[in-house]
């Protein structure tokens, strides 16, 4: 799992509550797309949600250059 901004402390713990053991909190959008790029690995699936505000398009769009 992998969770951006300060809203997503709730969601990260809940996460690990419920047994999930790869759990990512990054404080922003930028940390993000400069590190979860290189943590997928070749088979993953991979999920993008969330709200616009947070821009996570732009972790979608560097997941997908990193990896075409």
Do not use: Y
């Not at 404080?27 to 400069?34: K, P, Q, Y």
């Amino acid at each position: 799992l992998v969770a951006v901004g300060s809203k997503c402390a709730v969601l990260a713990e809940a996460a690990r509550s419920a047994g999930i053991k790869a759990v990512n909190v990054f404080a922003g959008t930028e940390e993000a797309v400069s590190q979860v790029p290189e943590m997928i690995r070749a088979g993953d699936v991979v999920l993008v949600k969330a709200s616009r505000s947070v821009r996570l398009e732009r972790l979608a769009a560097a997941i997908e250059g990193h990896w075409t």
